[in-house]
């Protein structure tokens, strides 16, 4: 059974600074890439950063600079290092994974979201 779990959120000031990991565990084939998006409420989803499996970084104009997303030591993990937060990053942040796993072929999946509360 495939799983994307995300760990690290939480309530940071601003100016401070989280790290968020994902987790991508069960049988893939392969991994494309992993993203992070996040929500803030009544908003829409946006894409935050992502990865690609030969190392591609692609940011999001409102985070360049502060955001920085890594491959993870272990496999099919990241981690999303997140500096100088400021108030309008609070969203909760998902992990999105795309590859193949089971039947699935160039599909993607969802982790459940994890909390980022900055304060002014």
């Known amino acids: 059974q495939v799983q994307v779990v995300e760990s690290g959120g939480g309530l940071v000031q601003a100016g401070g600074s989280l790290r968020l990991s994902c987790a991508a565990s069960?049988?893939?084939?392969?991994?494309?890439?992993m993203a992070w998006y996040r929500q803030a409420p009544g908003k829409q989803r946006e894409l935050v950063a992502s990865i690609t499996s030969g190392g591609n970084t692609n940011y999001a104009d409102s985070v360049k600079g502060r955001f920085t997303i890594s491959s993870g030591n272990a496999k099919n993990t990241n981690d999303l290092q997140m500096n100088s937060l400021k108030p309008e990053d609070t969203a909760v942040y998902y992990c999105?994974?795309?590859?193949?796993?089971?039947?699935?072929?160039?599909?993607?999946?969802w982790g459940q979201g994890t909390q980022v509360t900055v304060s002014s």
């Open positions: 999105k994974v795309e590859g193949a796993a089971g039947l699935r072929r160039n599909d993607y999946w």
């Open positions: 069960g049988s893939f084939f392969y991994i494309n890439f």
